[in-house]
């Protein structure tokens, strides 16, 4: 079992009744209850709890289980990042709302200017930066925002919690594209949940943001709003639209409704495969799904790879100059640990060079901790540099490395209106990194929507820290891509 929950970053799902061969044979009513028994005195021997999920009868006095054991007894409770995305006005920052405080909305969005960060989000009702907000989960699955006084407090969450999904809550206009594909690439996402309004349906937006998660790989589920609004016909009408976006060639996934807590396990297992695309109807003023919504959250697995024994890795998204504390900086692990009182490289600045500094202390969701480990968000309290040296995009590393100026890669063309040619500027996302950078060479001469090509691009300002194999994605205007560095040029 220790085994399992390693494998697992924390959780297991066992399923008693089925054979090594995995034959569904079943297994007796009392032989169930002294094997759940057992079950839950390995795990409380491994630190861990044991939730039993459901139990079917498969023929006459046979049943199959399932089990969730989850470990009770580390510093950190497991954690999911979930990307929230959608097009102005679905519902998304209410959603969110609904989630983390456990009420209803009013039907006027009340409950959003609980995510919103700026007044400007709270008087226009569309979000434009990127808003996180954690939803905790105890040993049993029940949701512990609604047990403290303040369901948006992030320490008391993560004390209480042994599971938290975090919502990201990303914009959904046009105009703030580049700060959603920010918060897609350098926010360590495991899942994407696209939030569509019933009164629009499936926007233009909303379909890029579709696309966008499925090139990169990103598991998806969707959750349809304002069922309390709509019959069943404008509801079909939109679950088919969902249906043939999921056919295009690149995406080419399946829908599947749920609507009942036996569909919530099956989905689970169905969305791991990338070939599966949950569907959830939910109304934020009449509760309507909600529940259905939270045990999928609470059951979704963690997607971390822990590369623990990896050269650390950290790409910096914001900087701070906090009173007392000095230079504190938000950053990404994307790969092994770092740790309290650890001297570590910050870089490239303009000239390519990195900079020595000692990490004082670290926070995750504001509580005070030892050390970090892949795909975790955190805060870094830095001594030996200054906020003014620091810029959004740098690396945390363990030496200095060489950086690119240029690199080669082959980039796939979503959109363009015209042609592409040698020369063309798009700015590049890379995790945290925005930058423009220059077209210098095409291999096929031109591109055009549809097309791939093996390309060579230069950074127009500076260097920045690249590894071979990285997803990346480029913009300007209405163009869209998405490539992957083959080679860089050092």
Same mark, same amino acid.
């Given at each position: 079992?220790?085994?399992? @929950? ?39 021997? +491994?630190? $861990? ?47 969110? !709302? ?23 989000? #709270? ?5 434009? $930066?990127?808003?996180?907000?954690? @939803? ?28 938290? +999904? ?32 019933? &009164?629009? !349906? ?25 069922? &309390? ?14 249906? $043939?976006?999921?056919? #295009? ?14 569909? %919530? ?19 934020? +003023?009449?509760?309507?799904?909600? &529940? ?29 100059? %906090? ?5 504190? +900086? ?16 910050? !870089? ?28 975790? #968000? ?27 100026? $240029? ?17 063309? %500027? ?24 549809? &097309? ?7 950074? @127009? ?30």
């Amino acid at each position: 079992m220790k085994f399992r @929950l390693e494998e697992g970053n924390g959780e297991a799902i066992y399923i008693l009744g089925v054979s090594d061969s995995g034959d569904t044979v079943g297994i007796g009513e009392q032989d169930l209850k002294r094997t759940l028994d057992i079950l839950s005195k390995v795990a409380n021997l +491994v630190g $861990s709890s044991i939730t039993p999920l459901r139990v079917t009868e498969v023929r006459p006095g046979r049943y199959v289980a399932e089990a969730l054991v989850r470990v009770s007894k580390e510093m950190l409770p497991i954690q999911v990042n979930v990307a929230v995305l959608g097009h102005v006005n679905a519902g998304k920052s209410t959603l969110i !709302g609904v989630l983390i405080s456990g009420k209803r909305d009013d039907g006027s969005g009340s409950l959003r200017n609980m995510v919103a960060r700026h007044l400007h989000e #709270v008087i226009s009702g569309r979000t434009s $930066s990127i808003s996180t907000k954690l @939803l905790g989960f105890d040993e049993k699955g029940r949701a512990v925002n609604y047990e403290l006084r303040d369901p948006l407090d992030e320490a008391g969450i993560t004390v209480a919690s042994r599971k938290i +999904v975090k919502l990201i809550d990303l914009a959904g206009h046009e105009r703030y594209l580049r700060t959603t594909l920010k918060g897609l690439l350098g926010y360590g996402v495991d899942y994407a949940m696209l939030v569509i309004g019933l &009164d629009d !349906g499936l926007s233009t937006m909303g379909r890029e943001h579709l696309g966008v998660a499925a090139v990169l790989k990103i598991p998806i589920f969707v959750v349809l709003t304002k069922v &309390d609004k709509y019959g069943e016909g404008r509801i079909r009408e939109v679950l088919n639209d969902i249906k $043939s976006v999921l056919r #295009v060639p690149g995406i080419n996934r399946l829908a599947y409704v749920v609507e009942s807590e036996d569909e %919530v396990y099956n989905s689970i297992v169905a969305m791991t495969t990338l070939r599966v695309v949950p569907v959830f109807r939910v109304s934020n +003023v009449t509760g309507q799904g909600i &529940d259905l919504l939270l045990n999928f959250l609470n059951l979704l697995p963690s997607r971390r790879v822990k590369l623990v024994s990896a050269e650390p890795l950290a790409y910096i998204d914001e900087i701070y100059e %906090v009173q007392g504390v000095g230079t504190v +900086v938000l950053g990404t692990v994307i790969r092994g640990s770092l740790s309290q009182n650890q001297s570590v490289f910050i !870089g490239p600045d303009d000239d390519g060079g990195f900079r020595e500094v000692k990490i004082k202390s670290i926070q995750v969701n504001r509580v005070f901790v030892s050390s970090v480990q892949a795909k975790v #968000v955190a805060t870094f309290a830095l001594q030996g540099v200054e906020k003014g040296d620091l810029r959004k995009g740098m690396v945390i590393t363990h030496r200095p490395f060489p950086c690119a100026r $240029s690199f080669s890669a082959r980039v796939f063309l979503l959109h363009h209106p015209t042609t592409i040619k040698e020369g063309y %500027v798009a700015t590049v996302h890379v995790h945290t990194i925005r930058q423009a950078a220059r077209f210098s060479k095409i291999e096929k001469g031109y591109l055009r929507s549809g &097309d791939s090509s093996e390309v060579v691009m230069n950074f @127009l300002y500076r260097p920045e820290y690249l590894e071979e194999g990285q997803l990346f994605v480029f913009r300007e205007g209405r163009t869209r891509g998405i490539g992957v560095v083959k080679k860089l040029d050092r």
